[in-house]
C-alpha cells in the first residue's frame, strides 16, 4: 500500500498555475474559413462545348449573374477540365466578385483553403502578441498543415516573449525571446 502524504490542508485553495501566467493562446483552426462560407466557381460551366472559352458568350454570362449571391462568402475560381482559359477571363470574374465576396483565391478548392488561411494570418497584426506568452494551439478537429505554424511562428517571433506549441496545460517550448 502507497500513501502520499502533503502540507496541504483540505482547506487550502488548488492554485491554477498556468491560468496564472498570463498565456494567450491563439487557435489556428480559428483561421480557416467554415466550409459553408466557401463558394466554388468552376469555369468549366462558362466553356462552349466544355472546351473553349468564347469571349461575347462569357461576357454575356458573366453580365447576367447576380454577384450578390456571393456576399461575405469566401470564392475558388478553378477548372475542372482540361481546357485553355485565359487568364483575362480569371480577372474578369475576380473584378466582379470583389465589391462582394470577402476573399478571392484561383486554386483548386483543398488548395484555396490554405490561401485563405494564410492570408488571415497575414492580417494578424503582430504587436498585439507584443511581450505576451503565446501558445499556438495545436490539436483539435481541423487538420492543420506544419506550414501555417511556421508562418505563425515566423510572424510572432519578433515581438512574442515565447511562443509554444500545444495546449496551455501541456506546451511544448518553441522559442523564448532573449532579454
Known sequence: ????????????????????????????????????????????????????????????????TDWSAYQDKYVVIHSSVDAIVPVWAYMVLSAELTPYAKDIANASPDHAVDIFMYRAIEKINAEDYAGQRVVIKGCGD????????????????????AIMYGEPCSMVPVYKKSL
Do not use: H, W
Not at 142 to 161: E, G, M
Open 142 to 161: 481541423r487538420q492543420i498543415d506544419s506550414a501555417a505554424f511556421v508562418y505563425i511562428t515566423n510572424k510572432l517571433a519578433p515581438t512574442a516573449r
Open 1 to 64: 500500500m502507497c500513501f502520499v502524504t502533503t502540507n496541504m490542508s483540505v482547506t487550502d485553495p488548488i492554485i491554477n498555475k498556468v491560468a496564472q501566467k498570463a498565456i494567450v493562446t491563439l487557435d489556428l483552426a480559428d483561421l480557416f474559413p467554415k466550409q459553408e462560407a466557401i463558394v466554388v466557381i468552376d469555369l468549366k460551366d462558362y466553356l462552349f462545348k466544355g472546351l473553349i472559352l468564347r469571349e461575347a458568350d462569357f461576357r454575356e454570362q458573366v453580365k447576367n
